[in-house]
């Protein structure tokens, strides 16, 4: 029963990316003789930590490692905050999430930022996703409890410039993951997850001209979510969090005084191990050697330490190197500004279809008033009844600046 409960556990979060469309996954159904076609996503605990929650980068196919830096930096690459322009500033952003499924699940972002000087910066946040109410039942279907699942992160950052073209950042977040209240099963208790985590981040960027026009080139780095395994009971079996790799490169084109273009993209990789393909034997039990364990036919262990199997995340899928490059997620945005003060966006993310296969076009606005910014995003999937469709992002930002000189005047 309680393996039934961590695997239930598993399916309400893990739903959030994997695409209804794509084929229930089994194990046994790994068996070898179509490695390339078998739907073998990358599995991890608390993925809402790889969910966009800001609507800029929401609206532009979730890029954001090396787009000119803004207030919401944290979740994409905390080290773009030594370069951004303002002394200080505070976003929250909200989002009604798989709305098509389940009319109660959100999230919601809150983050800031503050100069210290004009090489540092510091700056936090608190990531929250809200599961709703969820129904606890016992073995004869009977109530037990109406829960509220929930998982959070908090973060602290800071950022330092290295030079004139260069930075680096570093984050650390704790994460708290309470799933299952706190009910016991099959008289074993469960527990809120708990995990920390750091991230390590760079970002470079340098001015070109191209004919009489200015322009910027940026490139960004991250390593975020490098954290210890986590688990909701006090077994020893625990599951990898969401260590994921993202590079990104943006070019930003100013056309004139009043209009601005910037291209970026990003790619991502997460570090973590994938399932192997097990042995079976005739009429689909497992194989397991004399200990019990069960025999590996194709790919690693992924029973392995934090920093072995971030290694092992390169080389370890059971269909080799054409397996490990479906793992490297693709996205695509542009930004057009107008007077620094209205935005319009668009961008692409592209996932495989044997690892998740959420592919999604994105769009969205943005105005910036004095002290005030207003920003909003639309997912638009690539097919019918996606869990994602119709998903919305709304982000407001407050400028300390702006408001410090307004009051001034």
Same mark, same amino acid.
């Given at each position: 029963?309680?393996?039934?409960l *961590?695997?239930?556990? &598993?399916l309400?979060f893990?739903?959030?990316? @994997?695409?209804l469309?794509?084929q229930?996954?089994n194990?046994?159904e790994?068996?070898?003789t179509d ?10 605990a ?9 609507? *800029?980068?929401?609206a532009?196919?979730d890029?954001?490692? !090396?787009?000119?830096?803004d ?12 370069f @951004? ?22 999230? !919601? ?5 503050? *100069? ?8 936090a946040s ?7 109410d969820?129904?606890?039942m016992d ?5 037990i409890? %109406? ?9 602290v #950052? ?5 030079g $004139?073209k ?7 977040r ?11 099963v099959?008289?074993?208790a469960?527990?809120a997850?708990?995990?920390?985590? #750091? ?6 960027n340098?001015?070109i001209?191209?004919g $009489?026009?200015d322009?910027k ?9 490098i ?12 599951d ?9 490169? =943006? ?7 009043y +209009?601005? @273009? =910037?291209?970026?993209?990003d ?5 973590v191990? %994938?399932?192997p393909?097990?042995?079976t ?12 364990? *069960?025999?590996?036919?194709f790919g ?11 290694f092992?995340?390169f080389?370890?899928?059971p +269909?080799?190197f054409e397996e $490990?490059m479906?793992e ?8 057009y ?5 209205f ?8 996932e495989?279809?044997?690892?998740g ?6 769009m969205?606005?943005?105005?910036k ?6 920003d ?7 097919? #019918?009844?996606?869990?994602? #469709?119709?998903?919305?992002?709304f982000s407001?930002t &407050?400028d &300390?600046?702006a408001?410090?000189?307004?009051k001034?005047?």
């Open positions: 029963m309680l393996t039934l *961590r695997s239930l556990l &598993f309400i893990s739903s959030v990316f @994997i695409s469309s794509a229930t996954i194990p046994r790994l068996n070898g490695l390339k076609n078998n739907p073998n996503p990358v599995e991890s608390v993925p809402f930590l790889t969910i966009a929650p800001d609507s *800029r980068s929401g532009m196919g890029v954001g490692a !090396a787009t000119t830096p207030i919401n930096s944290m979740h994409w690459n905390p080290s773009k905050y030594a @951004i322009e303002n002394d200080g500033g505070v976003s929250i952003s909200y989002s009604p999430w798989l709305r098509n499924l389940v009319g109660d699940i959100d999230l !919601a972002y809150l983050s800031f930022y503050k *100069r210290l000087d004009r090489q540092q910066v510091i700056a608190l990531l929250y996703f809200s599961l709703g969820i129904e606890f073995d004869n279907a009977s109530p409890i %109406t829960g509220k699942p929930n998982e959070f992160a908090i973060d #950052a800071y950022s330092r410039l290295f $004139e260069l930075s680096g950042g570093i984050a650390f704790y994460i708290r993951s309470d799933l299952s209240s706190g009910i016991s099959g008289g074993v469960t527990k997850g708990q995990a920390f985590a #750091a991230d390590v981040s760079m970002y470079y340098t001015d001209a191209i $009489e026009r322009s080139l940026a490139f960004g780095f991250n390593i975020s979510n954290g210890n395994r986590i688990s909701y009971t006090s077994d020893l079996d625990k990898f969090i969401p260590i994921n790799l993202r590079l990104g490169v =943006s070019y930003t084109l100013n056309i004139d005084d +209009n601005s @273009i =910037s291209l970026s993209s790619i991502n990789k997460l570090l191990p %994938t399932r393909v097990y042995w034997k005739i009429g689909g039990s497992d194989s397991t050697d004399v200990n019990g364990k *069960r025999i590996i036919r690693k262990d992924p029973d392995v330490p934090v920093v072995k199997g971030m092992q995340s080389y370890d899928s +269909n080799g $490990e479906r490297i997620t693709y996205s695509i945005g542009a930004e500004w107008y007077r620094k003060q935005a319009i966006r668009g961008g692409y993310f592209h495989s279809q044997t690892k296969n959420r592919k999604y076009f994105t969205g606005v943005g105005l008033l004095n002290v005030l910014g207003i909003f995003s639309y997912l638009i999937p690539t097919y #019918a009844n996606h869990p994602l #469709a119709n998903t919305l992002r407001l &407050f &300390f600046d408001f410090r000189k307004l001034n005047k």
